[in-house]
C-alpha cells in the first residue's frame, strides 16, 4: 500500500536548523510531484514547497523563500526539506504530499515547534 512517512520533525530555538525526510512506497515515487504542507493550530493547510518528479524544478511560498529547500532522492524515494534561519512562526505539523494526475497522497505529519 502507498505510504509516506515523515520524520526529522521537533523543537528547536528561533533562528535553528531541522530537515525533515519523507520515506515513500507503494507507488511509482519519481513519476510524482512531491511538495511539502504545513497546518499551524487553527489555521489552514498551507503550501510551503514543490519540486517536479525529476527534481529539476521547485517552488516556495513567499514566506520560506531563500531560508527553506526542497529536495528529492529518486533512487532512494525520499522527499527532503532542510529548513534554517526558522522563526517561531514556522510552528506547525508538516505534511508530505505527493500528486500525479487524478493521485494524491498525504503522509501522517511531522510536528515542528520553534520557541525560546
Known amino acids: 500500500q502507498v505510504q509516506l512517512v515523515e520524520s526529522g520533525g521537533g523543537s528547536v530555538h528561533p533562528g535553528g536548523s531541522l530537515r525533515l525526510s519523507c520515506a515513500a512506497s507503494?507507488?511509482?515515487?519519481?513519476?510524482?510531484?512531491m511538495s511539502w504542507y504545513r497546518q499551524a493550530p487553527g489555521k489552514a493547510r498551507d503550501l510551503v514547497a514543490t519540486?517536479?518528479?525529476?527534481?529539476?524544478?521547485?517552488n516556495y511560498a513567499d514566506s520560506v523563500k531563500g531560508r527553506f529547500t526542497i529536495s528529492r532522492d529518486n533512487l532512494k524515494n525520499t522527499l527532503n526539506l532542510q529548513m534554517s534561519s526558522l522563526k517561531p512562526e514556522d510552528t506547525a505539523v508538516y505534511y508530505c504530499?505527493?500528486?500525479?494526475?487524478?493521485?494524491?497522497?498525504w503522509g501522517q505529519g511531522t510536528q515542528v515547534t520553534v520557541s525560546s
Open positions: 504530499y505527493a500528486k500525479r494526475l487524478a493521485r494524491e497522497y
Open positions: 507503494g507507488f511509482t515515487f519519481d513519476m510524482f510531484t
Open positions: 519540486i517536479s518528479s525529476s527534481g529539476s524544478s521547485t
